[in-house]
């Protein structure tokens, strides 16, 4: 027959082996109500632990290719308002060479020079923008800046006019240094193709077309550089204003479809982003549905495991005391 002392070792055993078991249900139920999903993913997912190894594959790719899409989005977004800034920029100066041309004045093609040089500063810097550690407008070498400064352009412009005598002669050699080598070695500094391009979810990708080197650019340079330098030609450059107003035009003109290849590449992007938005909204319910805990449920179980933990610790020190007791008697 079993004693009190006997039964009561029995009762105090079985309760402390219980003890681990509710404190380990105890911890797994306050990580989840935390996390939101199963702690025991491998034995509650079963036969489906494959389909929620490739659910996550998916999400840490969505994540991947959403962070570089942004900033894809987001260099194009910049390229964008540079253009806008840079035809913002020089517009007033479209105007004054057509004044200067109608005027014919000396000191107005002066004032003028000095403006035209403020503004080439300007529209330099702004296509030297550097966005991210890449600068936007240099093509495939984007580690350095687009375009040398407004001095180093206006001495290897003047430069190639050395030699030409005539009107005729010295507009020739003007578009020739714009148009070509000079352009290219002495004023331009970034790489003779585009930056790479940004892949998007579909198989295709976007491309960054805007360089410094561009038509439209050149034209603009050109205009600009010539009202900075009539001063000092011969009749002080009249002859210029009516070329310079038509380069300007010309540069408005091509940065406008700039903006508008720019802008479909950019509106690419955006569409790619919102797809990818789509997939995993799809695919972070799936894993919730696979994964997931009701959290309210979860935080009542810790509620009433914390209580049975409460319990069965005082149940053990009551039978503890108990089995002191009946030994001493």
Do not use: C
Not at 282 to 294: C, E, F, M, R, W
Request: proline share 3%.
């Amino acid at each position: 027959m079993m004693g009190p002392l006997s039964g009561n070792l029995s009762a105090f055993t079985s309760l402390s082996r219980h003890l681990p078991e509710i404190r380990a249900d105890l911890e797994r139920a306050a990580h989840e109500t935390v996390t939101g999903r199963r702690q025991d993913l491998s034995l509650t997912l079963g036969g489906r632990a494959g389909e929620f190894a490739l659910i996550e594959k998916g999400l840490a790719d969505l994540e991947t290719n959403t962070s570089r899409l942004g900033l894809t989005e987001g260099r194009l977004r910049q390229t964008g308002l540079v253009l806008t800034s840079v035809r913002d920029a020089f517009a007033p100066m479209t105007e004054r060479a057509l004044t200067d041309l109608s005027l014919n004045e000396p000191a107005a093609r002066t004032e003028t020079a000095a403006a035209a040089r403020a503004t080439l500063d300007q529209v330099i810097s702004l296509l030297n923008t550097n966005e991210s550690g890449r600068h936007l407008f240099a093509g495939d070498e984007t580690e350095g800046p687009a375009l040398a400064d407004a001095e180093t352009l206006l001495t290897a412009a003047q430069a190639a006019l050395t030699g030409a005598t005539t009107i005729a002669d010295q507009e020739a050699a003007f578009d020739a240094f714009f148009n070509g080598a000079g352009f290219d070695t002495l004023v331009y500094q970034g790489g003779p193709g585009q930056a790479a391009a940004a892949a998007l979810g579909d198989g295709s990708a976007v491309r960054f077309e805007a360089k410094a080197d561009a038509q439209p650019v050149r034209d603009l340079l050109n205009g600009l550089a010539r009202l900075a330098l009539a001063p000092g030609l011969p009749e002080g450059g009249a002859a210029w204003a009516g070329t310079a107003a038509e380069k300007l035009a010309a540069a408005n003109d091509g940065m406008i479809l700039m903006q508008s290849v720019n802008g479909v590449a950019e509106g690419r992007v955006s569409r790619a982003l919102e797809a990818q938005g789509q997939e995993r909204l799809v695919l972070t319910a799936t894993q919730q549905s696979l994964a997931g805990v009701d959290t309210v449920e979860a935080a009542s179980r810790v509620k009433s495991l914390e209580l049975q933990l409460e319990a069965a610790y005082a149940m053990t020190a009551r039978l503890s005391r108990l089995n002191f007791a009946d030994y001493i008697r």
